[in-house]
T-cell receptor
Framework: DTEVTQTPKHLVMGMTNKKSLKCEQH?????MYWYKQKAKKPPELMFV???????INESVPSRFSPECPNSSLLNLHLHALQPEDSALYLC?????????????FGQGTRLTVV | AQRVTQPEKLLSVFKGAPVELKCNYS??????LFWYVQYSRQRLQLLLR??SRESIKGFTADLNKGETSFHLKKPFAQEEDSAMYYC?????????????FGRGTQLTVWP
């Protein structure tokens, strides 16, 4: 299994809602990432987890809250989002974040905030 | 500072024509460079990494340290090559864990 699986594929939420995005991989990768991608733009790094610990937070607003319950799962909890947070949210994983490796990306969750 | 520049936002060629997608980087030290491809409505996927010196789907990319470039080339473009292509540089030292993406080049191959 060489896939990163993200659920849901699409999500529409109101600005007062609380929702979560999920990401799963079974490749034994110890680094997992959240990226945000606006249309026709490159992905922007949000968070990096290494060995289930948060290693990088790219000054992301607190309305985005990541969680890594175990080595295979990564969540992104959303609360009180703004319409400008509408984007494709990508999860990725790699063997280790400190070594030369490629990142496998999920298909993304397309989020619309209304 | 690490930076990746893709000068062309859009690139169009006809089927069978050669194609070159440009990528220049700014990095002190030995860079680790990648090309990613994103087909319409599909996941971002790794196409090439420079350390492998491989050819994938007919694409090759050579690292030129003198020109700080990592251009992606294919001698005969196919319609199915139409996609968004991102050049990316892997961070090191204090920027470990980061991939610095260029803005992307949208390639269209006309029949």
């Amino acid at each position: 299994d060489t896939e990163v699986t993200q659920t849901p594929k699409h999500l529409v939420m109101g600005m007062t809602n609380k929702k979560s995005l999920k990401c799963e991989q079974h490749m034994g990768h110890r680094a997992m990432y959240w990226y945000k991608q606006k249309a026709k733009k490159p992905p922007e790094l949000m968070f990096v987890y290494s060995y289930e610990k948060l290693s990088i937070n790219e000054s992301v607003p607190s309305r985005f809250s990541p969680e890594c319950p175990n080595s295979s799962l990564l969540n992104l909890h959303l609360h009180a989002l703004q319409p400008e947070d509408s984007a494709l949210y990508l999860c990725a994983s790699s063997q280790l974040y400190r070594e030369v490796t490629e990142a496998f990306f999920g298909q993304g969750t397309r989020l619309t905030v209304v | 500072a690490q930076r990746v520049t893709q000068p062309e936002k859009l690139l169009s060629v006809f089927k069978g024509a050669p194609v070159e997608l440009k990528c220049n980087y700014s990095y002190s030290g030995s860079p680790e460079l990648f090309w990613y491809v994103q087909y319409s409505r599909q996941r971002l996927q790794l196409l090439l990494r420079h350390i492998s010196r491989e050819s994938i789907k007919g694409f090759t990319a050579d690292l030129n340290k003198g020109e700080t470039s990592f251009h992606l080339k294919k001698p005969f473009a196919q319609e199915e090559d139409s996609a968004m292509y991102y050049c990316a540089l892997k961070g090191r030292g204090s920027t470990l864990g980061r991939l610095y993406f260029g803005r992307g080049t949208q390639l269209t191959v006309w029949p």
